[in-house]
Structures are given as C-alpha cells and as structure tokens.
C-alpha cells in the first residue's frame, strides 16, 4: 500500500477502495492489523504526547481522516490522494465482511447507543455475522479481552474517542490472535441516530 509522509506520519496515499482492497487480502490471510484513522484533532494531540505519537508509529496504517490533513499534504509538496474519514472506512468494510463473511465486533459507546447502532447495522447489512458487542464504559478490560478473544472476530471497531480508543487497542493487539482493529470515535452515535 502507498504510504506518503506528512508531518512525519505516513498516511495512506491512495483511494479507499484500493485500500479496503488491501486490508481484505489481510483479513483473507488473517494477518493482525491495527488502523488509526488521523484527523487533524489527533495530530495535533499527538504533538503533546509522546506516548500517543509511538501508538500513532506503531499502527500499521494511518489513514488521513480530515480535510485539514490532505490541505496540508498538498501545501507541503507531499499531496496525498483522498481523505479517509473513519467513518467511510467503517461502511466500507461492514460491506465487504457482509459479502465476505468476516465476523465483526463492536465495542463503544453508551449502552443504549451501541444496541441502537447495532441494531441499525443488522438492518443495514442483514447478512453481517456480528460477533458481539460491548458498551464502552469498561472498568475492567479482562472480561470484555476475554470474550473478544473467545469469539475471534475478523474485524473489531472500537469507538471510545481518542486517545482512548487507540490506547486501548495498542494496549490489547497483543493479547489477541489476529483480527482488524480501528477506531471509530463517536461513530456509533450517528449511527444511533
Ligand atoms: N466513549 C466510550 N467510553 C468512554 C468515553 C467515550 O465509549 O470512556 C464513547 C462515547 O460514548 C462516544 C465516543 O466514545 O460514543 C466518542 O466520544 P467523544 O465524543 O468523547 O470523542 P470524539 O468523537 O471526539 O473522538
């Protein structure tokens, strides 16, 4: 996948179906696979944290979520192709793991909000194998580690907000077999409606 670097991450440098394409030869392979969509919100904090900025490194993608993003790319002689919103991406794989068969895995959001979302998603993509979900005020990890780790989803959108969702993810990748991970902030909220 090309990659060009801006403001010293490299994003994603090509249109989302190209890159959906990418990430389904992954998901085909089961190759374990963390996906941090950056909006100018989380360079930007990531300018103050360092600890972010290697979690931001350490995603094997970075997708440039934000107009903000692809502005600056082009200022700075280093255009990149397309915005990526975390949102796009999101329907762009509920779709291809409908058609494909991958089992997916929500985790986010207020109680109420996350059934409502994914009993929306169920309506949207009624052949989608929904592994489960989870709210997201956790106070304890292990529980919900365990239950994603018993039901081995292809795909798991965790919608925490940032830094949050990211820490999270970075914090469990490894306790995990395979699977793709990605943030989806307050995705689950429109979704809900
Ligand atoms: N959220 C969560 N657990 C938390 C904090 C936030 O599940 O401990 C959810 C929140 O309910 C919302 C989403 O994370 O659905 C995005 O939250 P926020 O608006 O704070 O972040 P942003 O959209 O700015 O990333």
Not at 15 to 32: E, G, T
Not at 79 to 90: A, K, N, S, V
Not at 112 to 136: T, W
Not at 137 to 144: R, V
């Amino acid at each position: 996948m090309r990659t060009t670097e801006v403001m010293d991450y490299h994003f994603i440098n090509s249109d989302i179906h190209s890159f959906v394409q990418d990430l389904n030869d992954r998901l085909a392979n089961r190759i374990k696979t963390f996906i941090i969509t950056a909006n100018p919100e989380i360079i930007m904090y990531a300018g103050q944290d360092s600890q972010y900025r290697e979690i931001i490194h350490e995603a094997d993608y970075i997708a440039p979520d934000g107009a903000g993003v692809v502005i600056a790319s082009r200022i700075l002689g280093t255009p990149l192709m397309e915005r990526i919103t975390g949102f796009d991406l999101m329907q762009e794989l509920l779709k291809s793991a409908e058609e494909k068969s991958y089992s997916v895995y929500f985790l986010g959001a207020e109680p109420e909000i996350i059934k409502q979302a994914v009993s929306k998603i169920q309506k949207d993509f009624p052949r989608l194998n929904i592994a489960g979900y989870h709210h997201g005020y956790i106070h304890d990890d292990k529980p919900i580690v365990n239950e994603i780790r018993q039901k081995q989803p292809d795909i798991v959108f965790v919608g925490l907000g940032f830094p949050k969702q990211e820490q999270w993810i970075h914090q469990h990748l490894k306790d995990f077999n395979h699977g793709l991970f990605m943030g989806v902030g307050g995705s689950y909220d429109v979704i809900a409606g």
